[in-house]
């Protein structure tokens, strides 16, 4: 059984930093792409940014772009997602998510993939 679980979300001051992380089990991972999504309140669910597990090619969303920073390590196989300068537009539920499809035009997209985790609360105060 696939399982992927969030941890690290927090209430903190924009202008601040937090790191979250997603482990991954029931399978290896070593050739799965992982992704971070987030979802406001009252909004739709939206691509962050995504990291190619083998090669390490990343991708952001143009909004975190130069501010959130993507890494896995494959021995643990945990995901992180750095976070600095944030905004309270960052403030979000953040998913992290798992596939292992070729190519890499699915990655920004909800439906490139399979399994999900259950997500974790980010608040940016102003």
């Known amino acids: 059984q696939v399982r992927l679980v969030e941890s690290g979300g927090a209430l903190v001051q924009a202008g601040g930093s937090l790191r979250l992380s997603c482990a991954a089990s029931?399978?290896?991972?070593?050739?799965?792409?992982m992704g971070w999504f987030r979802q406001a309140p009252g909004k739709e669910r939206e691509f962050v940014a995504a990291?190619?597990?083998?090669?390490?090619?990343?991708y952001y969303a143009d909004s975190v772009k130069g501010r959130f920073t993507i890494s896995r390590d494959n021995a643990k196989n945990t995901v992180y997602l750095q976070m600095n300068s944030l905004k309270p537009e960052d403030t979000a539920v953040y998913y992290c998510a798992a596939d292992n499809k070729f190519g890499t035009t699915w990655l920004r997209t909800i439906e490139g993939y399979h399994y999900w985790g259950q997500g974790t609360q980010v608040t940016v105060s102003s």
């Open positions: 029931g399978r290896s991972f070593s050739s799965y792409a």
């Open positions: 990291i190619k597990w083998s090669a390490g090619s990343t």
